[in-house]
């Protein structure tokens, strides 16, 4: 099994709101093993890094299926994005 590295981290929220940033199919896969779950996006996930770790994709590939689940759980580090829990918090304006 070869931990092939993606071209661009994804970067994903973890704990109260802190970034974390997995470069490697490997990261992927261990965070989405980790993650408290068992959505279909998650196991999606899984297949599509575990897929990547033993050749049968490459790691674009298993990334573009790892960021539709981290987009889809709202832990998707995205430019100008704060965490979640803060969005809640702040004062909305009418």
């Not at 261990?30 to 049968?56: H, I, M, T, Y």
């Not at 829990?85 to 009418?94: S, W």
Request: proline share 7%.
């Amino acid at each position: 099994m070869l931990s092939q590295p993606f071209d661009k981290p994804v970067r994903v929220w973890v704990g109260m709101g802190f970034p974390r940033e997995l470069n490697t199919v490997a990261d992927a896969y261990q965070f989405a093993v980790d993650w408290c779950g068992n959505s279909p996006e998650q196991r999606a996930a899984l297949r599509a890094c575990k897929a990547a770790l033993v050749g049968d994709v490459d790691a674009e590939t298993a990334r573009g299926v790892f960021v539709a689940f981290a987009r889809k759980k709202d832990i998707l580090v995205e430019d100008g994005t704060i965490p979640p829990y803060l969005e809640i918090a702040q004062p909305r304006h009418v």
